[in-house]
């Protein structure tokens, strides 16, 4: 079954559902914001009190008071200079009081936010099926948990929090610098046009370079995985200075597409800084006019002169607020773009648990990968009894580990194709028939943690059941001889064990599973005859009540079974016992003679 695309809001709706969560916090925090941007604005109105008192008590002219404070009836706090001066004091500390709260409730929910997507994206990845990540990289989505998680924290943290201060101040600021003088507020006014011009252009195009950087990122985050992942075949080849070539070139690449990016941020900041320039420049003309006109005080001059200083780091914020937007409105794009992609695999509504004794039955399965000239599997049948067992055996690209991953449903198979105790697997819920259904993969993956917990993988045994597990996989010995034993700590992919060793381990996984049908992929492959032989004689054991599959090239590891069944270019070619396969005369007992002359050592 395959679910719809999740359906993604506007990015600035999108925003908003991220955030709401969080929306009590983030009001604390922006009322705070309000009562700093209030103080600040106040501030120099008592700096101009006290200004224009001291400018009075000179000349003998009564000091005049801005009409703002009248308004908000504070005219009690300037009848002297030390109480305007007390004033200004109090209302910087009051102002210095709500910085921590208006810090701390916008940056902490920004990360609360952004750890519920990350958590999101990790359980979207964990729905989806393997096609999806047969045709991703795994640098794409390390990237999107990084650092396009990082940019969408810096949006809606420090992105919120400076566009809405500057909105608040910027207000603020321009009507109290009107109730200064209106003339001067209309010629700080006259570059504004320049610069929402020149954020709109310059957001714009930061939107693009920065898309630009972080797709690059994910391919140079791929090539370093694959050279870290890859490094003893680079260094076994000695292709260290290929390899050292080819991330150089990547890295230029990317450094090239940040400095494209870095430009922006270049023209924009100085732009914003020469217009701002020009409205002081502008204001100091039209100022100097009014005070040699004795319309305006050097108390309100002095005042107003503050006042648009403190417009200058607003509006630099602000070109910062929208690189930080734009950047993460990016990043949300991509992360909204996994977050879309559609579980091709999931339960059914009407799913149930998978129950019965492991009966598999097969009709008629055909599967083709997406984009591939012909089927991989095509009209394969057969039925596997509970309790029995099965041989799959053919040449490379049979569709063997097709199959296995069909059985378990890695992939989706046809409707009806195969049924385990008389269900259809696409009817049994997912987790059921995955844990009826135990897959040893031919290309084993063991985590960086102990032999032990690598073990209990797919279940929970205590040591005593490792040791068994490990001894009916013929690794018991081998393990007991490291370090630390089952609390040895394996390192990445188990690289510090032998081939043969980790697809022992992930056999003893499978089989700790406890599957009512357990399926082992030519998981056998990398370890010698001797042990494949105590291996499969131990099978007997690990197989006990429950169904088996052995899928191998190798004919000693699947003649012990009940059936077999030989796959060739998806079709089922011939079928049997070992002893009647080898009677018939076909490819099964060729290959078996070849195999046999190759273990005998004859030429």
């Not at 008192?53 to 706090?77: E, K, M």
């Amino acid at each position: 079954m395959r679910s719809p695309p999740m359906p993604i809001a506007p990015a600035p709706r999108r925003l908003v559902q991220l955030l709401r969560p969080e929306r009590g916090r983030y009001a604390f925090g922006l009322l705070s914001l309000l009562v700093v941007n209030l103080t600040d604005v106040l501030a120099p109105l008592f700096l101009a009190v006290a200004i224009d008192r001291v400018a009075a008590a000179s000349t003998g002219q009564p000091a005049a008071v801005p009409r703002l404070l009248g308004w908000l009836g504070l005219t009690g706090a300037t009848h002297s200079v030390g109480a305007a001066i007390a004033a200004y004091v109090a209302i910087a500390l009051v102002s210095n009081l709500f910085r921590y709260p208006m810090l701390m409730n916008v940056s902490v929910p920004s990360h609360r936010v952004v750890q519920g997507v990350r958590r999101a994206l990790v359980e979207h990845l964990l729905r989806l099926a393997r096609p999806f990540y047969d045709r991703s990289r795994t640098g794409d989505l390390m990237s999107l948990a990084t650092s396009d998680s990082q940019a969408l924290r810096m949006a809606l943290g420090p992105g919120v929090l400076l566009l809405i201060d500057t909105a608040l101040l910027v207000g603020l600021v321009l009507g109290t610098m009107a109730t200064l003088s209106v003339p001067l507020t209309l010629a700080a006014l006259l570059p504004l046009p320049a610069i929402a011009l020149l954020t709109q252009r310059f957001s714009h195009a930061e939107f693009a370079r920065f898309g630009a950087v972080q797709e690059d990122l994910a391919r140079l985050t791929e090539r370093a995985r694959e050279t870290y992942a890859g490094i003893r075949v680079l260094q076994g080849f000695a292709r260290e200075e290929f390899e050292r070539a080819r991330f150089a070139a990547d890295s230029r690449r990317h450094f090239g597409l940040n400095l494209r990016l870095a430009r922006i941020r270049s023209l924009f900041d100085p732009s914003l800084e020469f217009f701002l320039g020009l409205s002081t420049l502008f204001v100091l003309i039209a100022g100097g006019v009014q005070m040699a006109q004795g319309a305006l005080s050097v108390g309100a001059f002095t005042a107003f002169l503050y006042l648009v200083g403190q417009l200058s780091g607003p509006m630099i914020g602000f070109g910062w607020a929208v690189s930080l937007m734009q950047r993460g409105r990016k990043s949300l794009e991509r992360i909204d773009g996994l977050l879309a992609e559609p579980v091709e695999i999931e339960d059914a509504p009407d799913a149930v648990e998978a129950a019965g004794p492991g009966r598999l039955e097969v009709e008629d399965l055909r599967f083709r990968y997406a984009g591939a000239p012909a089927p991989a599997l095509d009209g394969v049948s057969f039925t596997l009894p509970a309790g029995r067992t099965l041989g799959v055996i053919g040449p490379v690209g049979g569709g063997k580990s097709t199959l296995a991953a069909l059985l378990a449903r890695l992939y989706e198979p046809p409707p009806g194709a195969i049924r385990l105790d008389g269900v259809d697997v696409r009817r049994l819920t997912l987790a059921s028939l995955r844990g009826a259904i135990a897959v040893a993969p031919q290309e084993t993956f063991l985590f960086g943690d102990t032999v032990l917990s690598n073990i209990a993988l797919a279940a929970a045994p205590d040591a005593r059941d490792a040791r068994r597990l490990a001894r009916l996989a013929a690794i018991d010995d081998e393990i007991e001889a490291l370090p630390e034993g089952y609390a040895t700590l394996l390192g990445e992919r188990g690289v510090n064990l032998s081939g043969g060793q980790r697809q022992r381990l992930a056999i003893a996984r499978a089989v700790g599973a406890a599957p009512r049908v357990l399926v082992l992929d030519d998981c056998l492959a990398a370890v010698d005859a001797a042990t494949e032989a105590e291996i499969l004689a131990n099978l007997d054991e690990a197989l006990a009540g429950r169904s088996g599959i052995v899928i191998s090239q190798r004919v000693r590891a699947v003649r012990r079974c009940d059936e077999i069944l030989v796959l060739d270019g998806g079709r089922v070619t011939e079928r049997g016992t070992h002893t009647e396969l080898l009677a018939r005369g076909g490819w099964y007992a060729a290959v078996a003679r070849a195999q046999a002359r190759i273990e005998e050592g004859a030429p």
